[in-house]
């Protein structure tokens, strides 16, 4: 069974700008979390979505967005890009209730 | 306010050198401890769910213990493939969602 993919795996950006990271779940799974990774606060979980629709929410402002499609895959907004957005976003995937599986990460800078 | 802990924040073996990583936790209504390993440039990887004091997984050189305020890691004679951040999670409550710890780096010299 495939992974978690996402897509692109790298992405260079500058300050003001916005941009869309992508996420395709293990098949089967219908639920999609988001989380931010920086080497100063770990691993912070953004949002997570169920059926197309956001179940959970981090502490994250408004210019964190994402949505969730019919075939389950995801994708995740940032807007108005700032320096501090620069990190390794990761999407994982599980079935309703059991473990989270991670994909690979999109490692975004912004300068 | 749900939070985890782990230590040391690096660990440096020899190969064959036993230790253990320590996750403590707080959080209201445990709902499962995840232990995951994460290389660099890579997502993290999973290795064990607890759900309950008591409980203990295994993994080749790998366990994994559970008690109602901490989870411990136990690396039996490591070897240098062993090397990596190994990150402890909690889900609590009501919420889907992880809260992770910061993570130890285990470094194994050959």
């Known amino acids: 069974k495939a992974g978690v993919t996402q897509t692109p795996r790298y992405l260079i950006k500058t300050r003001g700008q916005q941009v869309t990271l992508s996420c395709s779940p293990i098949?089967?799974?219908?639920?999609v979390s988001w989380y931010q990774q920086t080497p100063g606060q770990g691993l912070q979980f953004l949002f997570e979505?169920?059926?197309?629709?956001?179940?959970n929410k981090g502490n994250f402002p408004g210019r964190f967005s994402g949505r969730q499609f019919s075939n389950s895959r995801s994708e995740m907004n940032v807007s108005t890009l700032e320096l501090g957005d620069s990190a390794l976003y990761l999407c994982?995937?599980?079935?309703?209730?059991?473990?989270?599986?991670f994909g690979p990460g999109t490692r975004l800078l912004v300068l | 306010e749900d939070q985890v802990t782990q230590s040391p924040e690096a660990l440096r073996l020899q190969e064959g050198e036993s230790s253990s990583l320590n996750c403590s936790y707080t959080?209201?209504?445990?709902?499962?401890l995840f232990w995951y390993r994460q290389d660099p440039g890579k997502g993290p990887e999973f290795l064990f769910t607890?759900?309950?004091a008591g409980e203990e997984k295994e993994k080749e050189r790998l366990k994994a213990t559970l008690t109602k305020k901490e989870s411990f890691l136990h690396i039996t004679a490591p070897k240098p493939e062993d090397s990596a951040t190994y990150l402890c999670?909690?889900?609590?409550?009501?919420?889907?969602?992880?809260?992770f710890g910061k993570g130890t780096k285990l470094s194994v010299k050959p």
């Open positions: 994982a995937s599980r079935m309703a209730q059991e473990t989270q599986y």
């Open positions: 098949s089967g799974h219908r639920s």
């Open positions: 979505y169920f059926s197309e629709t956001q179940r």
């Open positions: 959080v209201s209504g445990l709902r499962g």
């Open positions: 607890l759900y309950s």
């Open positions: 999670a909690v889900q609590g409550g009501s919420q889907g969602n992880l809260i």
